[in-house]
């Protein structure tokens, strides 16, 4: 169990990289410097392969439990995807998806 001052220690540590990692990039690229191609072609990459990266690693285990949780599982997906290209409002595609998959789980399977 960790007593007050090394809780302390490890919050303080943790705040120190996560703010250096986030100011880090506003330090690297000044306003009067051009972006390099490289990071500005994985700025427009790296969102659709993580997203992907995401689904897959959601959906791994699908078929494993029960077949009311697998069809649940790839309903919600298509019905988030299928949303997000209609709308493009990640927060209502995400929320909506979560509701959608909740109520299909708790559905009987007819």
Known sequence: MLNNLQLAAAVTASFICTAFLRFLPFICFHK???????????????????????????????????????????????????LHLWKKNTYLSITAGTVFYIILLHLPLV
Do not use: E, H, W
Request: charged share 10%.
């Open 32 to 82: 009067d410097k051009q972006i390099p191609a490289f990071i500005q072609y994985l700025g427009k990459v790296l969102p659709s392969a993580i997203m992907a990266v995401l689904v897959i690693y959601c959906l791994r285990n699908t078929g494993s439990d029960s077949l009311q949780s697998a069809i649940a599982q790839i309903a919600a997906v298509l019905f988030t995807a299928l």
